[in-house]
């Protein structure tokens, strides 16, 4: 069996969301009261944790928990954290310094190359061009477009409708297990679970395969060809 498409999520799988944060919290005492004591890095550290474990069920859980951890001397307003967050994504973004060496090497192993992100259009976009990213896929879905947000199985299958292929040829490689790994496996695809946020939800399946860094994908993706192949 031959894999003819890798489709990407963009948060912790190619832009390094860690790196970013760590970048703009140096911003944090410009735009908010800061706590006497509390230190870039450690604004840096709780905000890391905060987006692994609370950014999927909301920025306001975020902000909740920088608030109970004692970042601020008065917690901002939502909708003023918000702006912020907005604002600074829109001018800071770390990229994996593999991501670009690995998608030119998957095309020129001959596979498409797509992304499927959650979030605003605006917002991704900047991202990508922040990352020098945008012309590097094929074909790109932003879920604040077709109003589909993952795990839906529909934007994924989306992603197969533009390439023209079946899901059972395509690999979704993403940082999530809810919203990445289950989602595209409910879909068909075959699934790389890219292991930089944390450990792995033990209520889902695991993924066909793991990988530390975006440079371990192709060989990833290798082994599961050979797996369907040998079978």
């Given amino acids: 069996m031959r894999i003819k498409a890798v489709i990407f999520d963009l948060d912790h799988t190619l832009f390094d969301r860690h790196g970013t944060l760590r970048e703009v919290a140096k911003q944090f005492r410009r735009s908010f009261r800061v706590k006497e004591g509390v230190t870039d890095e450690k604004i840096a550290r709780l905000w890391c944790y905060a987006d692994d474990h609370f950014v999927y069920d909301g920025w306001k859980y975020v902000l909740a928990y920088l608030a109970e ?65 945008r012309d590097a896929f094929d074909e790109i879905i932003v879920s604040g477009d077709v109003m589909v ?27 999530n297990p809810r919203n990445d790994i289950a989602g595209a496996r409910e879909a068909g695809y075959h699934t790389i679970w890219m292991k930089s946020t944390g450990t792995w939800d033990s209520k889902i399946s695991p993924p066909e395969e793991t990988v530390e860094r975006v440079q371990d994908v192709p060989a990833a993706v290798e082994r599961i060809e050979r797996r369907f192949s040998d079978a």
């Avoid at 970042?71 to 600074?88: A, C, G, H, K």
């Avoid at 973004?93 to 605003?120: D, H, M, Q, W, Y």
């Avoid at 947000?149 to 994924?156: G, L, Q, V």
């Fill in 149 to 175: 947000d993952k795990p839906d199985s529909e934007i994924f299958m989306m992603m197969s409708e533009k390439f023209s292929l079946p899901p059972s040829q395509m690999v979704y490689v993403g940082d």
């Fill in 69 to 133: 951890n004692g970042v601020f001397e008065q917690v901002p307003p939502y909708d003023e954290y918000r702006s912020f967050v907005y604002e600074n994504f829109a001018k800071v973004a770390v990229r994996f310094e593999e991501t670009i060496p690995t998608l030119l090497l998957l095309k020129k192993r001959g596979c498409a190359i797509g992304l499927i992100t959650n979030g605003n259009h605006a917002l991704q976009y900047k991202k990508l061009d922040l990352l020098g990213l």
